[in-house]
């Protein structure tokens, strides 16, 4: 009797052994996949970026030393995508893509907007589409008039309120840009910007105003 009691735990034992390095390489396992899923996401968006900036270069010529993408949102059947051109005539343009097939993009138009200057955001407002679009890019201090010194920004969240009295929450946490989208025609009521800590940085009122933008469509 004690010769099969003895025999029933070590097969119990072997048995537990087997099921934990089954469990393990399966947690390993799981583990690569998940990394190869992260890895190949990472490079597509970085692709996608690339096709998108090249898409955009080739279809008009632009006199700047350097054009980078601040934010890309997707809208309706393709892209939009806010670039800064710095160089001669810098400033910063709303680009619209539609997806033709696959990787394949074409621009269908575009909008200047104003530059955050001082105050460290701006608002720039486009009507595409019956959809109302704000867009500008996100400096990383802004001016305080008080004692005439800049502080960081390191806005994490931007508060918008519309004109119609629809609210709208943005995480802009390590953004160089925003982009909002409203389904429907409104105008800016307020906006707050807040950093990390959850502190007040910016509102609208230190801005004082929104510039209103063209859509220009591409002749191509």
């Known amino acids: 009797m004690n010769r099969i009691f003895h025999i029933l735990v070590i097969c ?9 390095n089954l469990n393990k ?20 968006d970085n692709n996608l970026n690339e096709i998108l900036k090249q898409t955009i270069l080739n279809s008009r010529v632009i006199m700047n030393s350097q054009n980078d993408i601040l934010k890309i ?14 160089g001669d005539g810098s400033g910063i343009t709303l680009n619209y893509l539609e997806n033709i097939d696959n990787d394949s993009y ?8 104003e530059l955050a200057i ?26 305080v008039p ?11 969240k931007m ?15 390590n953004d160089k840009g925003y982009i909002v989208i ?17 502190d007040l940085v910016n509102t609208y009122e230190d801005i004082g105003k929104t510039n209103e933008s063209e859509f220009i469509k591409e002749l191509k």
């Open 12 to 20: 119990t034992l072997l048995s537990l052994c087997a099921c934990s």
């Open 25 to 44: 390489k399966t947690s390993d396992s799981t583990d690569t996949k998940t990394s190869i899923i992260e890895k190949r996401i990472e490079n597509q």
């Open 73 to 86: 949102k997707q809208f309706s059947t393709g892209y939009l995508v806010l670039m800064l051109h710095s």
């Open 106 to 113: 074409k621009i269908k138009g575009f909008s200047s907007g």
């Open 118 to 143: 001082s105050m460290g955001f701006g608002v720039n407002r486009l009507v595409l589409e019956n959809s109302t679009i704000f867009f500008c890019n996100l400096n990383e201090s802004t001016w």
């Open 146 to 156: 008080e004692n005439d010194t800049r502080n960081e920004t390191n806005y994490e």
């Open 159 to 173: 508060i918008f309120e519309f004109d119609n009295g629809d609210k709208m929450t943005e995480n802009v946490k």
């Open 182 to 198: 409203v389904n429907n025609k409104v105008n800016i009521k307020s906006i707050k910007l807040y950093n990390e800590d959850n």
